[in-house]
Nanobody, 116 residues
Framework: QVQLVESGGGLVQPGGSLRLSCAAS????????MAWYRQAPGKQRELVAA???????DYGDSVKGRFTISRDNAKNTAYLQMNSLKPEDPGVYYC??????????WGQGTQVTVST
């Protein structure tokens, strides 16, 4: 049974930083493409960042230069380092795992709030 557990969300002031973690179990993590999505109230879920099994990364335009996605295959964990957080960054951040020929899995989400 595949499980993804996100952590690291919270309240931060504008300009601050947070690091999200996504711990995976029940699957061979190293072959997965990992991604972070976010969904703000009333808006569609959008891609924030993705990292392939080979380490190739991709970012949404609004977070380029501020967010960094990474992975530690030894720990079965993906990370999202978020710096210079802006008022437009809040939402529920979801971790997604895509396994070739097997399927896609989502975590339960972690809330990020940016406020003074």
């Amino acid at each position: 049974q595949v499980q993804l557990v996100e952590s690291g969300g919270g309240l931060v002031q504008p300009g601050g930083s947070l690091r999200l973690s996504c711990a995976a179990s029940g699957i061979i993590f190293s072959i997965a493409t990992m991604a972070w999505y976010r969904q703000a109230p009333g808006k569609q879920r959008e891609l924030v960042a993705a990292i392939s099994s080979g380490g190739t990364t991709d970012y949404g335009d609004s977070v380029k230069g501020r967010f960094t996605i990474s992975r530690d295959n030894a720990k079965n964990t993906a990370y999202l380092q978020m710096n210079s957080l802006k008022p437009e960054d809040p939402g529920v951040y979801y971790c997604k795992m895509a396994i070739p020929f097997k399927g896609t899995y989502w975590g339960q989400g972690t809330q990020v709030t940016v406020s003074t």
